[in-house]
């Protein structure tokens, strides 16, 4: 006879077995084969719809073998309606205060007999994946916890173009044409910046074709947009490696459509930041967007300086942003981190990072010798009729060894004039990946 105990399995068990009897495994087969009572599996097979929902939701952590629902559930759904308005506000909430809130809220509901407890308020924060930070500081090491966000670059705007899109919706013309969607993602001790991903609209941009390495990882999507398919690939991607290097990792997310719950994950646990909770601009994305704009606005002046039009492409914006992104100091990643996530530390660290990029911005636009007569020559948010990455224009021609050495004679004279030794260290390593 088979002993109760095995009636007690994890909720990851039974979505393992709900997986299989959906591909038409007999209960009698998984009861033999893993020693489970056919009419238990049948009750969970009853039951698939809510197993597999909180299985795939995170409800329930994968390991728990019990699963209790809020007694009072009217108290539970307007707490929780109350931390997620409070939280939108960035005003903090700890847990003695969600425990007198809880009490508050039972007895204007008419229940007298509510009292909330620790055990109660550990249960709420589990049913609704309520993370405290310094729970996963004392988990996990600084650089195993990730923060991941999106943010889009409007990639062919000018820098004065641009200041209005820090928090406008985009909802189509030359702006929505000209959109990326970049994901982002560091530690928090800023040791590591994975590379960035960028979503465009074409799936195969022609500007790609003579490219065999691209700058950022790469998709497309008809709206230039982050979706729940692509953020599990990516998720997925990450897991591979992380586990491959023996990390145990935290990604904390938004907590919206475009992030679902990733099952089978070995090396990563996703935390998602409450639910629609209002988030401020990554200041993490600010200073990257910052720099980017820098070196678009330079080209566009170098272009100017010849007389010559200048429109960037796809590809040319990617390597921008690579650049961007080397360019964003680890000490920025940390106090950014800090403050968006953790919350504990003044404005004033991070603000200054941000400033310092803003003047440098400022500094190259100061400069700038573009005239009213030079404007027509700049494409600044592209063309209504016009979609870059699919364009039908010539590529340019890919140079020549000999054509590449001869630039790089140039840029080590330039070299030895400002009297810079990294940039000779620089074009030696490039002239070796040449010749080798």
């Known amino acids: 006879l088979l002993g109760r105990k095995l009636d007690n399995q994890t909720l990851e068990k039974k979505y393992e077995i709900i997986q299989q009897l959906e591909k038409g495994t007999k209960p009698a087969h998984l009861s033999r084969q893993h020693g489970i009572p056919a009419n238990t599996i049948s009750g969970w097979k009853k039951k698939a719809d809510v197993i597999k929902q909180m299985y795939e939701k995170s409800v329930f952590d994968p390991e728990r073998k019990r699963f209790r629902a809020a007694v009072h559930k009217d108290v539970d759904d307007a707490l929780l309606q109350w931390f997620t308005n409070t939280r939108a506000k960035n005003l903090t909430v700890n847990g003695p205060l969600l425990m007198e809130k809880a009490d508050i809220l039972a007895a204007k509901l008419g229940h007298s007999d509510f009292k909330a407890s620790q055990g109660w308020l550990d249960r709420f924060k589990k049913r609704h994946n309520i993370t405290q930070m310094r729970t996963l500081l004392d988990t996990y090491e600084a650089r195993n916890i990730f923060n991941v966000d999106e943010t889009g670059v409007f990639w062919k705007c000018l820098p004065d173009k641009t200041m209005a899109f820090r928090g406008e919706a985009c909802h189509g013309g030359k702006k929505s044409k000209d959109r990326l969607t970049v994901l982002v993602a560091a530690n928090m001790d800023g040791s590591q910046k994975l590379p960035l991903y960028v979503i465009g609209k074409s799936k195969t941009p022609r500007c790609f074709k003579q490219t065999k390495v691209l700058p950022c990882d790469y998709d497309g999507q008809s709206r230039a947009w982050i979706t729940g398919d692509l953020f599990s690939a990516w998720v997925k991607k990450w897991d591979r490696k992380f586990q491959a290097e023996k990390r145990k990792v935290a990604l904390i997310v938004d907590n919206c459509r475009a992030h679902p719950d990733v099952p089978g994950l070995k090396a990563i646990t996703i935390f998602y930041l409450p639910p629609n909770t209002t988030s401020k601009l990554q200041p993490m994305d600010q200073v990257l967007k910052v720099y980017y704009r820098k070196m678009l606005m330079r080209q566009y002046l170098l272009h100017d300086e010849k007389k010559a039009q200048y429109t ?65 020559s700049i494409s600044a948010c592209g063309n209504d009729n016009e979609d870059e990455e699919d364009a039908d224009e010539d590529l340019e021609p890919i140079p020549s060894a000999g054509e590449v050495i001869e630039m790089l004679q140039n840029i080590r004279r330039y070299g030895s004039f400002v009297g810079d030794e990294t940039v000779l260290d620089s074009i030696s390593n490039i002239e070796a990946f040449i010749f080798k």
């Open 312 to 376: 960037p492409s796809l590809l040319d914006a990617m390597n921008f942003l690579r650049s961007a992104w080397n360019n964003v100091k680890k000490e920025t990643i940390t106090n950014c981190w800090m403050h968006c996530i953790i919350q504990d530390i003044s404005n004033d660290e991070f603000q200054a990072q941000c400033h310092a990029a803003a003047e440098e911005l400022a500094e190259v636009v100061e400069k700038s010798s573009l005239t009213d007569s030079a404007q027509p």
